[in-house]
């Protein structure tokens, strides 16, 4: 049995010796090229989504502009979250000025001192009697 044949089909160990039947050399070629150039074109597409070039655009980071400076951009809404503060709290400083001035000034005590040491000092320093 050592020495028996192979059964069945095989193929050699190289491949197929022979391209199929069914088409022409030209026409398997002109497919190739169809093909390589189909996979180019996507290859030149996926490059300009990439990169940017060409008419249509790149990934949405690349349309914002340059790259975002993420620790300036805190350090901009820092500073004015800070400076609304500033200004709310200028503009309740002035609503209180405000208000204190436009309210009738509070009524003034007598000029001259009350009582008896007060008659005595008019008598004795001229005043008033």
Known sequence: MADAP??????PADGPATPPPAEGTGARLDRLETAQREQGGKLDRLLELVTGDGDTPASPASTAGPVLDVPA???QAV???????ERRRQEA??????????APPPERPPTQPQGARARIQRRMYGGES
């Open 6 to 11: 192979p059964t069945g089909p095989q193929a």
């Open 79 to 85: 500073q004015d979250v800070g400076a609304e503060e």
């Open 73 to 75: 951009m805190v350090r």
């Open 93 to 102: 400083a002035h609503a209180a000025e405000h208000a204190r001035l436009s």
